[in-house]
């Protein structure tokens, strides 16, 4: 099982490369560059416009940019337009208000609760990491502090720690 679908692991790739890319450039060079369709290069970009992160040029020198710094958005945002919002369960909407499917055992679930807080510290994960994080290799996230808010994380990590300073 992955986390991230396919058109959500391209369109972070995509943003790399224009994040890369002073300029930014064209459905054609990213399609050339990962060994992708063209044609499905252009459906992710035109999503990622119609969404405020990328934003199009037209004419001889046209091509992609990043609309925002990478620094202004979160892994959060993106997956949330994206992938129509995050959901770790069908019974934890990524949004308060937004209408999800309900689950049919959900008056006998004792694990409702406990996936919901879950849910939100992973969201918290997830909107404590930008797309500078990601994309730049001696970022903060070589030094995972966003992740370390998961409690989970850091009970299982400390005895490896206390391990390893015993050695």
């Known amino acids: 099982m992955t986390l991230l679908s396919r058109k959500a692991d391209y369109a972070l790739l995509i943003l790399s490369y224009l994040h890369q890319q002073a300029g930014g450039g064209t459905a054609r060079a990213v399609a050339e560059k990962f060994g992708l369709s063209r044609s499905f290069v252009a459906n992710i970009l035109k999503e990622l416009g119609h969404h405020g992160f990328v934003a199009s040029h037209r004419g001889v020198k046209g091509g992609y940019a ?3 710094p990478a620094e202004m958005i979160t892994l959060a945002q ?3 337009s994206i992938e129509s919002g995050f959901r770790l369960t069908m019974c934890n909407p990524s949004l308060p208000d937004q ?6 055992l ?5 694990l409702k609760r406990p996936l919901t807080e879950v849910h939100h510290r992973l969201l918290a994960v997830l909107r404590a990491v930008t797309l500078a994080d990601l994309f730049d290799p001696n970022g903060s996230l070589s030094q995972p502090s966003a992740l370390l808010s998961l409690s989970l994380l ?7 720690t206390a391990k390893a300073s015993q050695a």
């Open 154 to 160: 850091q009970a299982t990590s400390a005895p490896e």
């Open 106 to 110: 959900s008056g006998a679930c004792t």
């Open 78 to 80: 993106l997956l949330e």
């Open 99 to 104: 209408n999800h499917d309900h689950c049919s």
């Open 66 to 68: 990043l609309a925002r």
